[in-house]
């Protein structure tokens, strides 16, 4: 296994050869584009794909573990999206160090993010599985989903540091260029998953039938191995940012502040979607299971539409930092522009797939016909909306890749509190049901793609230090 810096070197010889002909740099800019995005575009389509064959499987056993599945998932998701927002300042170190070409510093970044993983890991965990019980309780869980989204949560919350680790080390592998090696991980992880999942949920191979436990232990052991082989990788001898040669693991405070500089507003970023989600999930969990479940499996489906602008996204953050490295403020807009006009076009065509096919989609999930009815209509308006998710997350990732995170940040707290959760509570009071809670949210990406359009193309953010 083999990596190389050839993405990192085509954006320093550009800063050194700024005569190329129009032509071939268009040429170049596209394919270091799809070099870096189609491998994150796979890993997170296929990684939804895996999530949503969980979610059938669960569906399978009843409405009740679907919907318990969601309540855990929520905040989770908010622990670790946080962390991983804070992944943001290793991703944009990284690709700075890279783009001068400075190999050492970028593996300093990787060791401090090594040793903050190991501690968001244990903040991630041990608060989640003591709270568990008062967290799902906070959710607004009915009587009969409540005790098994408790015991669901605590077993996800014990491999808190495994998903941690594998997260740091792949944001900093990103920032390096190197997209394939975490999809390869991450993609393995969640195959072992599945196959986990139909074993311990159904009872195969002589395991007991363990119903959303299952899940629970299968997804723990999945992240365990990812976590395994992230750490492989980067103490390979030929890894991009090998520490197979690397002595101790000192703290550099000075490092860790230039990646908390950037890292913790979009952790305050993260914290206020995630914690708006949640009242947005409470709102709705308010209907009753059956609209929850529901309202679950457009969410599920949701995080499928949104793999490619995320992608793109990760890809303008790397070619973004590692262009400012180089001082080359100029491609730096381009690969912005570039990767926002590529992401759209793939964000569109899964878009229609859901607007078409709504009902047989949400018919993979559940044979109750009033779940499919109301997932069906989620999924039209989670297509109308895919042209502004797509300009919303790409651009955000270009801002990041400069390390302007402070964009995103408010751009995030107007739109989710001040738009989604406020419409979410009119919409519902007005008889709207779940279908306007769907519309509160496609409100949401109308001003964030349009803030962040603005904040792009105000280029204040070539002049950010980091």
């Known amino acids: ?8 070197n085509a954006v320093v010889a550009e800063s050194k050869n700024k ?3 129009d032509k071939n740099e268009e040429e170049n800019l596209r394919k270091r584009v799809k070099d870096l995005a189609f491998p994150s575009l796979a890993e997170l389509l296929l990684g939804h794909l895996f999530g949503m064959v969980d979610m059938v499987m669960v569906g ?4 009740a573990s679907l919907a318990a599945v969601g309540l855990s998932n929520q905040p989770m998701m908010l622990a670790l999206a946080v962390f991983q927002a804070l992944n943001v300042g290793s991703t944009a170190l990284v690709a700075r160090f890279m783009g001068t070409d400075d190999n050492e510093s970028a593996g300093a970044v990787v060791k401090q993010t090594l040793v903050i993983t190991v501690l968001m890991g244990f903040l991630v965990s041990v608060p989640g599985y003591i709270f568990a019980d008062k967290v799902i309780g906070f959710m607004g869980a009915e009587p009969e989903v409540l005790p098994l989204a408790t015991r669901y949560l605590k077993i996800i919350a014990l491999g808190g540091i495994f998903i941690t680790t594998s997260m740091g080390i792949g944001a900093a592998l990103r920032g390096a260029g190197d997209t394939v090696t975490p999809m390869r991980y991450n993609m393995i992880s969640n195959l072992i998953n599945v196959v986990l999942n139909y074993i311990l949920i159904y009872g195969k191979l002589g395991f007991p039938v363990m119903g959303v436990i299952g899940a629970a232990i299968a997804t723990s052991i999945s992240r365990s191995v990812a976590m395994i082989m992230a750490i492989l990788a980067i103490y390979h001898p030929n890894s991009i940012l090998s520490l197979s040669e690397r002595k101790g693991f000192l703290l550099d405070f000075d490092i860790i502040k230039r990646i908390l500089k950037i890292g913790v507003p979009s952790g305050i970023e993260q914290f206020v979607f995630r914690t708006g989600q949640i009242e947005f999930a409470r709102t709705v969990a308010g209907l009753g299971t059956t609209v929850f479940a529901a309202h679950q499996v457009a969410i599920n489906v949701f995080g499928l539409s949104f793999s490619p602008s995320m992608a793109f996204g990760i890809a303008a953050t790397t070619l973004v930092g590692q262009s400012l490295g180089a001082e080359r403020p100029d491609m730096a807009e381009k690969y912005g522009m570039e990767t926002r006009r590529m992401g759209m076009i793939v964000a569109v065509a899964i878009a229609s797939t859901f607007f078409f096919f709504g009902r047989q989609i949400a018919g ?3 044979n109750d016909p ?21 300009t919303q997350f790409i651009l955000a990732g270009a801002l990041r890749g400069a390390g302007d995170t402070r964009g995103p940040l408010i751009s995030s707290f107007i739109a989710v509190w001040g738009i989604r959760v406020i419409l979410a509570k009119i919409f519902i009071n007005m008889g709207f049901g779940l279908t306007g809670a769907w519309m509160a949210q496609a409100c949401d990406q109308v001003f964030r793609s349009v803030f962040m359009y603005f904040r792009y193309n105000s280029g204040k953010w070539k002049k950010v230090k980091v």
């Open 1 to 8: 296994m083999r990596y190389n810096n050839k993405h990192t």
């Open 19 to 21: 005569t190329m002909p």
């Open 60 to 63: 399978n056993v009843s409405t």
């Open 364 to 366: 993979i999930y559940t």
């Open 370 to 390: 009033e779940v499919i009815y109301l997932a069906a209509i989620c999924l039209k308006i989670i297509a109308i909306m895919q042209p502004m998710q797509s």
